[in-house]
């Protein structure tokens, strides 16, 4: 006899809420697995947790896997960082889109199904969370206007490289002033004649208090943003030129501090590909 997995209620809840493209939250998770246990990781995450912890749930409609070797660790700035320590600490990270709207659902399910992953076992726990929030849109500026992919493509489109940026500041206020003049003066002009054709800007939002333990709680609920920089060549050409000043820019701006500015290229799906290279 067949297990009951309540298949009606799915046409139910299909028939309802809302159903849309646009990546209205964001799961950013950047991990450090614990010496030795590179190998181990990458297969358990790439072969399991991508698809059973993230994929394979409602409302999670696009993910992509990014990794820093030791030469693109040692990009990263400031040198003393809020979010990194030490700043080089987060070799792998993953983005996932997650349907406008439906974030209550999804938390609902994903936080259930992390509790059955590591209950049967299937959770590597030599690993660090560096950084990992949900996240929801604030804005995405282009590059090139309405040519080229949009928001909903970034995680399925070939880019090269991706920069993770996060900005502290020193209120809500703040914050919201710092993300307007984000979105109508410095990115529009940083991304001219850039590598980036679109920069996707991410406010965090606070975990549920029945999360995994290994999972910190967010900080900067309120004051921080989240840029995701996705580039259609290697982060690093160009890499001083065209991110070495981001910090100088904001702070001139009075507007926050720029607290990880952090490189990162696409795994390649299936193999074992960089993890030899991230000491």
């Not at 979010?83 to 070799?91: E, F, I, L, R």
């Not at 030599?126 to 929801?136: C, E, I, L, M, N």
């Amino acid at each position: 006899m067949s297990e009951d997995t309540r298949s009606e209620t799915y046409a139910e809840l299909a028939a309802v809420g809302p159903y849309g493209v646009r990546p209205g939250h964001a799961l950013i998770t950047m991990v450090e697995p614990h010496p030795g246990q590179e190998y181990a990781y990458n297969r358990w995450y790439e072969d399991d947790h991508y698809m059973a912890g993230a994929m394979a749930m409602p409302w999670m409609y696009a993910g992509r896997r990014w990794v820093a070797t030791r030469d693109l660790q040692l990009l990263r700035h400031p040198a003393k960082s809020a979010v990194a320590d030490p700043v080089t600490a987060g070799c792998y990270l993953t983005t996932y889109w997650i349907t406008e709207g439906r974030y209550d659902d999804h938390m609902k399910w994903t936080v259930a199904i992390n509790k059955r992953l590591n209950r049967d076992g299937r959770v590597h726990q030599a690993r660090t969370h560096v950084f990992t929030a949900f996240q929801d849109h604030e804005v995405t500026v282009y590059r090139d206007g309405a040519a080229g992919p949009r928001d909903y493509h970034a995680l399925d489109h070939p880019y090269q490289g991706l920069v993770l940026e996060v900005i502290d500041t020193e209120s809500p206020e703040q914050c919201r002033e710092l993300a307007e003049w984000l979105r109508a003066k410095y990115l529009p002009k940083r991304l001219a004649g850039s590598s980036a054709a679109m920069v996707t800007v991410f406010r965090p939002t606070p975990l549920p208090g029945d999360r995994m333990t290994y999972v910190k709680q967010v900080e900067g609920v309120g004051t921080r943003l989240t840029l995701l920089w996705f580039l259609e060549r290697d982060p690093r050409e160009r890499w001083e030129e065209q991110f070495g000043g981001l910090g100088e820019a904001v702070a001139e701006a009075g507007l926050g501090r720029v607290e990880l500015v952090a490189p990162f290229v696409p795994t390649v799906v299936g193999t074992d590909r960089y993890v030899d290279q991230l000491r």
